[in-house]
């Protein structure tokens, strides 16, 4: 008997390890389970525009309302995509939100208050994004902080900051060459600033799905040891998407002053939870399991469709919140349970 | 049995003819072991020779196939049901230990009692404070209890999780303790005080089981040893009766099978007689546990690294591969020389530096992505041309190499995790070959695989050596005497035997090892 084996313990699930095993079929089911998954968010979203023009012909199925639907998302579009590029690489941004709420207060105060010109307000509000992004960056990679917890610190003071720069009031009258630009121009009756989402939403589809350096940031968020050792930087690529997500929140707030014109101290931190939202249902949807910018448009597009619909049948605001709360909360869990190792109740409580 | 003169203790263990088989391997053909009070009892045997098995069958862990046990004279009918053990006064330290490090020696003690916690609404912190103190004083160790279990030498760890485990039981004498190689990372002046600390609880009429890979220590401190070989209970000697010599033949056994793998040995061969003129030469490499170890390895040889657990040679292998910081040291390959200190994975790769690590998935593959995204992970940037990864082409080259590398079944699109072990590694061997490696480094790769996958993987690290180096790891000493040139073996750090092929076979390299 030379080769009696002992499974290492630690290492496996003793006995699995020791044996020969036939090809397993749970992995040819998965593929299959998962070609089914990948449709289901947006074959819903069809049902649900189908559901609300038939109920809402007059509001719902109407070419400004859907125009309007698509321009009004742009941002939290913008956030979604940025979210995902740490999420990709394992870290949380939660200071993305206020990063946006820093851009664009920025632009206002300098624009307006001290009537700089608006490229050079939208640089140094850039800049101040990006600086965000490097401090992230040196705290949770080079000082080893959780980026959970680092960036709600950094989310909390920098909501601090915009209340200070802004002395805690609304800022309006931002040059109208930047809502042109992003709101009132637009092609085929939808405001450019959809465009823009699209554009950032494509470009960060090309670098995660078809640059090598983009798939390395996924062998960093899914295996730092194993990025590690084979010779990935995990340093530089946590930093870098630290900075991407900080630079996307700076566009995301850009896009806000434009729309609205202004900026407004207190209305940011309400786009995290949405981001997030949109970002984890996302994962559920075109590569189950995976942060995609696809995923992440269809699920923008699906959450506010839901919203704009129910509202129009007479629902209060609040339905927003619900909405959020409850897509993040599923999507999440589908992803848990898609990934096929769910215990059962009993043994958790055991 | 055999068990030496008379016998000094009551029997408090009387395991017999246990069996188990996983799949088609039988890792436990016929366990036989006697456990009387009052003694230390090591247990011994090479990897794979079930030790490990028989002791989790005892714990209840595995069901057994067969067998029979009894306990203080009493038959227990089998299996051992889960956390039947300890009713049973059986009390387990496994080599992990079990201890949360950043909690406190108090909390890690309360750490099982407060799971089943069904006392009081709150914790009563004085008496758990008391129980604690009173529980390691049975191994005669004073610690203090408010140090977190991580800042503790390792032996006062291991004596935490002992007194733990042994708290746990019920009864006050007639108690054994197991623990499975908890030596092997220890320091020889910690041994001691480990097996000090054991005198404690067999002096009180328990009986301690440790399993060890160091027969010098197994002689010198421990009352009886029981050694396995291939899954079954060779022989029960008291150590006063049974020198080093005789010890070890009893381990290694007269004629250990070899696998026999004919081509191979007619590659071997081959090799021989075209010894390159250039060799790989280490110098000066020093890291931790490594201590300014120096070797050769020829253009086209296997040369296997050895050693008991903890010697250095899973360090110094580790360090080549940049994987590790060395704090000196260089290596030399066809004229080209770098520094060991402060070489990175990729500093590595780039000179042609190909490491298969230990472990395959913490290390060596990322279980939840397909096949398709590990194999080429190293070379991706080759299939990126005009601006674009080309996936069809890294799927079809994917499925390629899996089934050249006999990958069952060779899905580019199929997770690792739905891979048995055997056909991870293969995968894993895959990624680290796809660099062309002029320098293969392997540690322990073939560690769990089945009999099928380990010839298979065997032949493909073989198959390509003529044209390269390769430096293998391994601490089972059958495989290192069928596929290896030359065996290296380390102690404390250093080299301290080199077997070449004449003179290698499995015995030679475990007397090598025990001997050092």
């Known amino acids: 008997m030379p080769g009696s084996l002992e499974t290492d313990p630690g290492h496996e699930t003793a006995p699995a390890a020791g044996q020969p095993s036939p090809p397993r079929r749970?992995?040819?089911?998965?593929?299959?389970?998962?070609?089914?998954?990948?449709?289901?968010?947006?074959?819903?979203?069809?049902?649900?525009?189908?559901?609300?023009?038939?109920?809402?012909?007059?509001?719902?199925?109407?070419?400004?309302?859907?125009?309007?639907?698509?321009?009004?998302?742009?941002?939290?579009?913008?956030?979604?995509?940025?979210?995902?590029?740490?999420?990709?690489?394992?870290?949380?941004?939660?200071?993305?939100?206020?990063?946006?709420?820093?851009?664009?207060?920025?632009?206002?105060?300098?624009?307006?208050?001290?009537h700089w010109p608006i490229i050079a307000a939208i640089a140094v509000a850039m800049l101040a994004c990006l600086?965000?992004?490097?401090?992230?960056?040196?705290?949770?990679?080079?000082?080893?902080?959780?980026?959970?917890?680092?960036?709600?610190?950094?989310?909390?003071?920098?909501?601090?900051?915009?209340?200070?720069?802004?002395?805690?009031?609304?800022?309006?009258?931002?040059s109208t060459s930047l809502s042109n630009a992003v709101v009132s121009h637009s092609f085929l009756g939808i405001p450019l600033e959809f465009y823009y989402g699209l554009v950032l939403c494509a470009l960060l589809g090309y670098y995660l799905a078809l640059v090598p350096s983009g798939r390395r940031l996924l062998y960093v968020g899914r295996s730092r040891e194993v990025a590690r050792l084979s010779g990935i930087s995990v340093g530089k690529y946590r930093t870098g998407a630290l900075i991407a997500s900080a630079l996307f929140g700076g566009i995301a707030g850009l896009l806000i002053a434009g729309t609205t014109g202004s900026a407004d101290?207190?209305?940011?931190?309400?786009?995290?939870?949405?981001?997030?939202?949109?970002?984890?249902?996302?994962?559920?949807?075109?590569?189950?399991?995976?942060?995609?910018?696809?995923?992440?448009?269809?699920?923008?597009?699906?959450?506010?469709?839901?919203?704009?619909?129910?509202?129009?049948?007479?629902?209060?605001?609040?339905?927003?919140?619900?909405?959020?709360?409850?897509?993040?909360?599923?999507?999440?869990?589908?992803?848990?349970?898609?990934?096929?190792?769910?215990?059962?109740?009993?043994?958790?409580?055991? | 049995?055999?068990?030496?003169?008379?016998?000094?203790?009551?029997?408090?263990?009387?395991?017999?003819?246990?069996?188990?088989?996983?799949?088609?391997?039988?890792?436990?053909?016929?366990?036989?072991?006697?456990?009387?009070?009052?003694?230390?009892?090591?247990?011994?045997?090479?990897?794979?020779?079930?030790?490990?098995?028989?002791?989790?069958?005892?714990?209840?862990?595995?069901?057994?196939?067969?067998?029979?046990?009894?306990?203080?004279?009493?038959?227990?009918?089998?299996?051992?049901?889960?956390?039947?053990?300890?009713?049973?006064?059986?009390?387990?330290?496994?080599?992990?230990?079990?201890?949360?490090?950043?909690?406190?020696?108090?909390?890690?003690?309360?750490?099982?009692?407060?799971?089943?916690?069904?006392?009081?609404?709150?914790?009563?912190?004085?008496?758990?404070?008391?129980?604690?103190?009173?529980?390691?004083?049975?191994?005669?160790?004073?610690?203090?209890?408010?140090?977190?279990?991580?800042?503790?030498?390792?032996?006062d760890r291991a004596l935490v999780a002992a007194a733990r485990a042994f708290a746990a039981l019920g009864g006050d004498a007639g108690r054994v303790l197991f623990c499975d190689e908890l030596t092997g990372y220890l320091a020889r002046k910690e041994v001691e005080d480990l097996y000090q600390a054991m005198r404690q609880l067999t002096a009180r009429g328990d009986a301690v089981v440790l399993v060890s890979h160091d027969l010098t220590e197994v002689l010198d401190m421990a009352d009886v040893v029981t050694v396995l070989r291939n899954g079954a209970t060779i022989a029960t000697r008291r150590t006063s009766d049974i020198s080093l010599d005789d010890l070890s033949s009893l381990l290694v056994g007269d004629s250990a099978a070899v696998p026999q793998l004919t081509q191979e040995q007619v590659d071997q061969a081959r090799r021989d007689s075209a010894v390159a003129d250039q060799p790989l030469q280490v110098s000066g490499l020093t890291a931790d546990r490594v201590d300014g170890v120096q070797f050769e390895v020829r253009a086209g040889e296997i040369?296997?690294?050895?050693?008991?657990?903890?010697?250095?040679?899973?360090?110094?292998?580790?360090?080549?591969?940049?994987?590790?910081?060395?704090?000196?040291?260089?290596?030399?390959?066809?004229?080209?020389?770098?520094?060991?200190?402060?070489?990175?994975?990729?500093?590595?790769?780039?000179?042609?530096?190909?490491?298969?690590?230990?472990?395959?998935?913490?290390?060596?593959?990322?279980?939840?992505?397909?096949?398709?995204?590990?194999?080429?992970?190293?070379?991706?940037?080759?299939?990126?041309r005009r601006g674009v990864i080309r996936w069809p082409q890294v799927r079809n080259h994917t499925r390629e190499m899996a089934v050249a590398l006999t990958v069952s079944p060779p899905d580019p699109r199929l997770p690792v995790q739905a891979l048995s072990g055997g056909n991870q590694q293969k995968e894993l061997l895959g990624k680290v070959l796809e660099l062309s490696p002029r320098l293969l480094l392997l540690s322990e790769p073939t560690r769990g695989v089945d009999i099928a996958a380990r010839a298979t993987l065997w032949r493909l690290i073989e198959a390509g050596a003529a044209r390269r180096y390769t430096i293998w790891t391994s601490t089972d000493f059958d495989e290192l005497a069928s596929v290896c040139d030359r065996v290296i073996v380390f102690s404390k750090g250093r080299v301290s035997t080199q077997l070449s092929r004449e003179s290698l076979s499995v015995e030679a390299i475990a007397r090598a090892c025990l001997a050092a």
């Open chain 1, 26 to 114: 749970r992995g040819a089911r998965q593929i299959s389970a998962n070609l089914a998954g990948r449709l289901i968010l947006p074959v819903v979203w069809a049902a649900v525009i189908i559901l609300f023009s038939v109920l809402e012909p007059s509001t719902f199925l109407t070419l400004s309302n859907f125009a309007s639907m698509l321009a009004s998302q742009a941002s939290l579009l913008v956030i979604a995509l940025g979210l995902i590029i740490p999420l990709t690489a394992g870290d949380y941004d939660l200071s993305i939100a206020s990063v946006a709420g820093l851009s664009a207060m920025i632009i206002g105060v300098l624009n307006v208050n001290h």
């Open chain 1, 131 to 174: 600086a965000v992004g490097v401090l992230n960056a040196v705290i949770v990679v080079g000082l080893g902080v959780e980026s959970i917890v680092a960036t709600l610190g950094m989310g909390t003071l920098l909501g601090g900051v915009v209340l200070f720069i802004s002395n805690s009031t609304a800022i309006s009258g931002i």
């Open chain 2, 303 to 384: 040369v296997g690294l050895t050693g008991l657990v903890g010697s250095g040679h899973e360090e110094a292998v580790e360090t080549l591969a940049g994987a590790l910081p060395a704090t000196a040291g260089s290596i030399c390959i066809g004229g080209e020389t770098w520094d060991l200190a402060g070489l990175t994975p990729r500093g590595a790769h780039s000179r042609g530096v190909g490491w298969v690590p230990p472990s395959r998935l913490a290390q060596g593959l990322i279980a939840s992505l397909p096949a398709q995204e590990n194999l080429p992970m190293l070379v991706l940037s080759r299939f990126f």
């Open chain 2, 1 to 155: 049995m055999q068990a030496g003169q008379q016998p000094p203790g009551e029997v408090l263990l009387d395991a017999g003819e246990f069996a188990k088989s996983f799949g088609t391997t039988r890792a436990l053909v016929r366990g036989d072991l006697l456990i009387r009070a009052g003694e230390i009892h090591a247990l011994v045997g090479h990897n794979g020779s079930g030790k490990s098995t028989f002791i989790r069958t005892l714990a209840g862990y595995h069901d057994p196939d067969g067998g029979r046990l009894a306990v203080r004279g009493q038959e227990v009918p089998l299996p051992i049901r889960p956390g039947g053990a300890a009713s049973l006064g059986l009390a387990f330290v496994h080599q992990d230990l079990g201890l949360i490090d950043s909690l406190s020696v108090l909390e890690n003690m309360s750490l099982t009692r407060l799971a089943t916690w069904r006392g009081a609404p709150f914790i009563r912190w004085r008496q758990e404070r008391l129980a604690a103190r009173r529980d390691l004083r049975q191994l005669g160790a004073d610690l203090p209890l408010d140090t977190p279990a991580g800042s503790l030498r390792q032996v």
């Open chain 1, 265 to 350: 101290p207190s209305s940011f931190t309400s786009l995290l939870l949405p981001g997030f939202a949109a970002a984890f249902l996302g994962a559920t949807t075109i590569v189950p399991g995976r942060f995609t910018p696809a995923g992440v448009l269809v699920a923008v597009y699906f959450l506010v469709t839901g919203i704009t619909g129910l509202e129009l049948l007479g629902a209060q605001t609040y339905v927003q919140d619900v909405f959020y709360g409850a897509a993040l909360i599923i999507s999440v869990a589908l992803a848990e349970l898609s990934s096929g190792h769910r215990p059962s109740l009993r043994s958790l409580w055991r």
